[in-house]
């Protein structure tokens, strides 16, 4: 399947909704070591690096994903991609002023994929950038160039949904796995997507149900001690473990994986490979993991 260059430089940041934005100001200082500030509309903003935020919570009825931000290089690469998304018969919505300064971005264009999954595309930071402290004092992390982590989706319409991330946005293959639950249940594709920053997947496609609107989001912290540590706090503080430690056989990433207070998964891991786009050959993985990931835990 050949793919354009590719238009996405990084997963920039996630939008959660919550029904109450308190339980992540203290999921988010105690378990993950984030800092946090107000966000408009009585939101809250999860930083993790030099900038504003990384992940957004927003106050609504419910405790699930909202949106995925992904950021272009400049505002030519911004035009490139709406166009090419429009010509792909995908509605585009400019964002109003407001929400591009919430997201803190010069422009702001929001579309929803052949799955139903929503979201934002923008470029220009503009939130300003100020040192990261985590409140818990050793956390750092993993984000820069290749954006705040990765995604990984619902798409049921799965065919749809991969050629218009591939071959409409540009994204690259990096690795197909074809799970099989049991030895009688159907197989469930999941493709994972890299961007121009070469994360080994910014973006996942899972052919699966998600009533969460997510099957999990994923940070990289730059110790790995510090993924230990990352499980004492979710033991010490609550938060149900959905997998077990262990380390995946296609990005090499050493983590486990905790429910968040929007009722997805989130992945806390280290040391994850990266690809060169358009050189990487992709990978068809066999296995979940090398060792460990538990995932039947997640059902207890």
């Not at 200082?29 to 999860?46: C, D, H, I, K, N």
């Not at 503080?237 to 429910?259: I, R």
């Amino acid at each position: 399947m050949s793919s354009p260059k590719p238009l996405i430089q990084a997963l920039a940041y996630v939008v959660a909704e919550s029904t109450d934005v308190s339980r992540w100001r203290q999921y988010g200082e105690q378990v993950l070591g984030a800092m946090t500030s107000p966000a408009p509309e009585g939101g809250l903003y999860l930083k993790l690096d030099e900038r504003r935020f990384r992940l957004a919570v927003v106050a609504g009825s419910e405790d699930r994903y909202q949106a995925s931000g992904w950021e272009v290089a400049n505002a030519a690469d911004f035009a490139a991609a709406v166009a090419a998304i429009e010509k792909a018969g995908v509605k585009v919505e400019p964002a109003s002023a407001a929400l591009k300064a919430a997201r803190c971005v010069t422009d702001l264009a929001l579309f929803t994929d052949p799955s139903g999954n929503r979201h934002e595309l923008g470029y220009g930071y503009a939130g300003g950038e100020s040192p990261f402290v985590s409140p818990l004092g050793s956390t750092h992390f993993k984000t820069g160039a290749q954006g705040m982590g990765h995604t990984v989706l619902p798409s049921l319409n799965f065919d749809a949904s991969l050629k218009f991330f591939t071959e409409v946005l540009g994204f690259g293959i990096s690795d197909i796995f074809n799970f099989q639950p049991g030895p009688d249940a159907p197989l469930i594709r999941i493709y994972f997507l890299h961007a121009a920053s070469g994360r080994h997947h910014s973006l996942a496609l899972a052919e699966m149900p998600s009533p969460s609107g997510c099957v999990h989001i994923m940070l990289e912290v730059t110790e790995k001690d510090e993924v230990d540590r990352g499980e004492l706090r979710r033991e010490k503080h609550g938060a149900k473990l959905m997998a077990t430690l262990g380390q995946h056989e296609n990005d090499k990433m050493t983590s486990f994986y905790m429910l968040t207070p929007s009722n997805f998964a989130l992945e806390y891991g280290w040391g994850g490979i990266s690809v060169e786009p358009g050189v990487w050959e992709t990978t068809h993985t066999k296995q979940v993991s090398i060792w460990g990931h538990d995932f039947s835990v997640g059902f207890r």
